[in-house]
């Protein structure tokens, strides 16, 4: 059985072929482009396997197919449902009064944002600024929350809310940040801002204190073809956003001070300093963190998170260089001794050292002990009736699991002075040496000669969702 569509236009030829494509697909029919004898349905289906610009190119072949690509609840339902459906509530956008088209190009352009962001830069602390942020969709919004590690010895993550970016009933994107970290969440308390995106990687979050509409030009729903480039500055910054108001701030320095309107133009400056002095949020970068969870080429990278030597929680990052190298770094605010920019371990040979292992390595994993969290600790003394002393040796013999037997071992330093000569100094290059035990699940721990610990890594994020979360207020 053949199945054949017709146009009137062959410079449109490659549009058909590539519907005939997926109709053959779906259907195992053959699809001949001469004319079109399949039900709606069937066409709205294959359509919905189509980008924005398939359509577009697709909905010039004939008046017919114009108005069945225009058509929004049922075309453009189905390519939102299709995409967003299992991740949010299609209909429940701006109260459900919204075009779908206009969805599908909001919901396009915001789902490269979902995943984790860190801040870029060290922040103010005086308006509680966050570190890591991680996005994720909502039953009709896009939420962020401020992740960090607990600060009570335990593996939970501290999720609390920051931002949340939605659509009015009049299809206006509204931004709403939460400075404190409330859970209420309470719409009269919030700040409203603008996300002003640069690029796939980077976005700016700032206080829209000029109350103009956030939506964004392309989000109009009059051209529906565009590309995966979509997300950028110069197309996708909303008006009154940074760019333009750093080029008003330069025109009124340097332009105004000897036109006419002089005195107006002090006058201008001057609310502008009183508007600044008033707004409750300065500018914040984020930077995206593209590589989050392992590869079977790279099972190492992503984030992770382990208990320290102060038996505190914290979050590394674990990241592949072109040449094979590995860096791992810890997240957050460093303490001031600490340099953000120094790796905690790096090697630049990721070749793994494989089982059978040789007495010598046995011998240094097995005599170290293994940092747990508090909890399991308070465990075992209670268990055993057992002073802080004794407690200490018996956790010396904690057993790991069966599941975090050493598969693999890979060697790692924690100084650049081994490969930098003039870096060089008294330290001892053996106590900057370090190991890397990869366990049979696919989790690791690391350790350094000089200490007779191991931090064990766990995963932060699975499958997308965060683990071991745990709501609390920002203070």
Not at 106 to 135: K, M, V
Not at 236 to 261: C, H, K, V, W
Not at 266 to 277: G, N, S, V, Y
Request: aromatic share 10%; charged share 25%; with cysteine.
């Amino acid at each position: 059985m053949a199945i054949v569509v017709y146009t009137n236009h062959p410079r449109n030829a490659s549009t058909f072929l590539e519907t005939s494509r997926v109709l053959q697909a779906l259907t195992g029919m053959r699809c001949e482009p001469k004319s079109c004898d399949f039900p709606e349905d069937v066409q709205l289906c294959i359509l919905s396997f189509l980008g924005p610009s398939e359509i577009a190119t697709f909905a010039c072949t004939s008046k017919r197919f114009g108005s069945l690509c225009a058509n929004d609840a049922k075309l453009w339902f189905t390519l939102c449902d299709r995409r967003w459906g299992s991740k949010t509530h299609i209909n429940k956008w701006g109260k459900g009064k919204i075009p779908y088209r206009l969805l599908y190009n909001t919901l396009h352009e915001w789902d490269n944002l979902i995943g984790f962001w860190r801040r870029s830069g060290t922040g103010n602390a005086a308006i509680s600024s966050p570190s890591l942020l991680f996005f994720e969709w909502g039953p009709s919004f896009l939420a962020a929350s401020r992740v960090s590690p607990s600060q009570f010895g335990t593996y939970e993550v501290v999720k609390v809310p920051f931002l949340r970016m939605s659509l009015s009933e009049e299809g206006q994107v509204v931004n709403l940040l939460d400075p404190d970290g409330r859970t209420d969440f309470n719409e009269n308390e919030l700040i409203q801002v603008n996300v002003s995106f640069m690029g796939k990687t980077h976005f700016v979050v700032e206080e829209n204190q000029f109350r103009r509409s956030s939506s964004y030009a392309n989000l109009s729903g009059e051209d529906c073809g565009f590309g995966e480039d979509g997300i950028g500055a110069e197309s996708g910054s909303p008006p009154g956003s940074l760019p333009d108001r750093l080029m008003t701030e330069i025109y009124q320095r340097f332009a105004n001070r000897t036109s006419p309107g002089s005195e107006r133009s002090r006058r201008q400056r001057r609310r502008e300093k009183e508007r600044l002095a008033r707004r409750k949020w300065e500018p914040e970068h984020f930077v995206k963190i593209v590589n989050c969870s392992p590869s079977p080429s790279r099972p190492l990278q992503g984030l992770w998170k382990g208990i320290c030597d102060d038996m505190s929680l914290a979050f590394y990052l674990v990241a592949y260089d072109d040449i094979g190298g590995i860096a791992c770094r810890r997240l957050g605010d460093p303490p001031e001794r600490f340099s953000s920019y120094a790796p905690v371990f790096w090697t630049s040979n990721a070749t793994f050292l494989e089982s059978p292992f040789c007495l010598e390595e046995e011998s240094l994993y097995d005599s170290r002990i293994h940092l747990q969290p508090l909890e399991q600790h308070n465990e075992i003394q209670e268990q055993f009736h057992l002073s802080d002393d004794e407690g200490v040796n018996r956790i010396q013999q904690f057993q790991l699991p069966d599941n975090e037997v050493v598969n693999r071992i890979l060697h790692i330093s924690s100084s650049y002075d081994l490969v930098i000569p003039d870096l060089a100094g008294t330290i001892n290059p053996r106590s900057a040496e370090g190991r890397i035990w990869q366990y049979q699940d696919g989790t690791f721990g690391f350790g350094f000669l000089r200490d007779n610990f191991v931090i064990d890594m766990k995963h932060i994020v699975r499958d997308g969702c965060l683990m071991d979360t745990t709501n609390a207020s920002a203070d």
